[in-house]
């Protein structure tokens, strides 16, 4: 029993003990882990992050020794699509060059001119970016001149009806903006009261151009450098006015505004003494190309060409249009031998181009002299199996989502321009231009299959050095 009594004494007396010690501990009068004081630790300075060695601080770009494809395995592509039974009674012209050395690997009449389609385009969007610059933008504004105001088209085609969004490109700029902002600085200046007048005199010529086909208006619209969003109503029946259809549009925007209008909206240029009110602006030009290029968008080409010549001082017609891009792409050191341009868009059948001389241009383009206008050339062009006019070609292949190409179609006439990486990482750019096939045993679907299955995907799947 006495034993009893002191081990629980004892364990008595070690709880009372190691109680007070750990009160001694946490107030940091005897030493021990535990602690209830503010701990008063500096902060450890933030890391400085070193930067990238010189070895490092540029990209590598592609293998400058990457095997070459062979010119027979090129050669074998071609054939392979003009042999194809969609090709009946048809030719073939093609152009391969290595975007590395310049060396044109494949000539298959190469410097024969051909209807190119829509290919035409990349002439245009070239010599528009390298004329403007990818970062230019368009502006539609209003000016006065006592009690006449005048809404002057600048070339956006692709304003919106109302408020504009500027995070989109279509749309960008919007003419119910534009009336609302003029209605404000008129009534600050004490004027509620208009006559209202449309200047597109921008552009001049005919607005139709009488080497495309009668029948070909559902693919592209008077060209005007004023209209509501024309990517919008792409292939579904343009307005037969598109300014002036935009000038009605913001004339009600700037009645809502509380302007009164008085009588119709009439067409007069701008007169030179007339002040600026307000005005809006558009996407940048690279944006804009990235539209037209994806969609194959003729009527905003045809505008994009008519601005290349606004910009080289030539007439702003279809003739203007033609000889700025080829004065522009001479300048830029691009042969024009072989070219005739009909139009900016590729429409008409009577363009000829050579395919060596687009895959020359993405050759430019894809290397490095190419600059900023080069890489918004390329990065604008429709992505296959992923968007634009190449979304629903060549899926399940190598090219897809690796080649970048633009389209080209009209009766008897099939054309594909692009860049391709090699399996083997050799970086090409590329032209195969069919033409006069049969009309009435091939479709236009067969003979771009033709050109997708013999040459452009065994083209990215290369190994064949």
Request: proline share 5%.
């Amino acid at each position: 029993m006495r034993k009893v009594q002191t081990a629980a004494l004892t364990a008595a007396s070690l709880l009372v003990f190691g109680g007070y010690y750990s009160l001694g501990d946490a107030l940091d009068l005897l030493p021990g882990p535990v602690t209830v004081a503010y701990a008063d630790v500096a902060p450890r300075p933030f890391p400085t992050p070193a930067g990238p060695s010189a070895k490092t601080a540029a990209p590598s770009g592609l293998d400058q020794g990457a095997p070459t494809p062979s010119k027979a395995s090129l050669d074998g592509y071609v054939k392979g699509v003009a042999s194809d039974a969609a090709l009946t009674g048809g030719n073939v012209t093609a152009s391969v060059i290595d975007v590395a050395t310049g060396e044109e690997l494949l000539d298959r009449s190469a410097a024969t001119g051909v209807t190119p389609a829509s290919t035409n385009k990349v002439l245009t969007a070239w010599a528009a970016l390298s004329s403007m610059g990818p970062g230019h933008t368009l502006q539609t504004k209003t000016v006065l001149e006592g009690q006449t105001l005048t809404l002057v088209g600048g070339g956006d085609v692709l304003l919106a009806e109302d408020a504009g969004d500027p995070s989109a490109t279509p749309g960008h700029a919007g003419l119910g903006d534009l009336a609302r902002a003029t209605a404000e600085k008129l009534k600050s200046q004490g004027t509620t009261s208009v006559s209202l007048r449309l200047d597109d005199t921008l552009f001049s010529g005919p607005q139709w151009n009488d080497k495309w086909e009668d029948g070909n208006q559902q693919y592209v619209a008077k060209v005007q450098p004023i209209m509501v969003d024309v990517s919008a109503t792409q292939n579904q029946g343009y307005p037969d006015d598109p300014a002036m259809e935009a000038a009605q549009a913001f004339a009600k925007h700037l009645s809502e505004a509380g302007i009164t209008l008085d009588g119709e909206t009439t067409r007069a240029a701008a007169s030179g003494g007339a002040k600026e009110v307000a005005s809006v602006s558009s996407a940048p030009l690279s944006d804009v190309l990235s539209v037209s290029l994806k969609t194959s968008d003729n009527t905003m080409t045809e505008v994009e060409g008519r601005l290349v010549a606004v910009q080289a001082k030539e007439t702003a017609d279809f003739a203007g249009a033609s000889k700025a891009v080829l004065a522009q792409l001479g300048k830029d050191g691009f042969d024009t031998s072989g070219v005739t341009l009909q139009d900016s868009s590729g429409l008409a059948k009577g363009n000829k181009v050579p395919a060596r001389l687009l895959a020359q241009i993405l050759a430019k383009a894809a290397g490095g002299e190419g600059g900023s206008v080069g890489r918004t050339l390329i990065a604008d062009l429709p992505v296959a199996a992923l968007d634009g006019t190449l979304k629903k070609r060549l899926h399940d292949t190598t090219a897809a989502g690796t080649v970048r190409a633009k389209t080209g179609t009209l009766q008897q006439t099939s054309s594909l321009a692009g860049v391709v990486t090699t399996a083997d990482g050799r970086q090409l750019t590329f032209a195969v231009m069919a033409n006069d096939f049969s009309k009435d045993h091939s479709s236009a679907a067969a003979v771009e299959a033709a050109i997708d299955n013999h040459f452009v995907a065994p083209l990215a799947s290369c190994g064949c050095s």
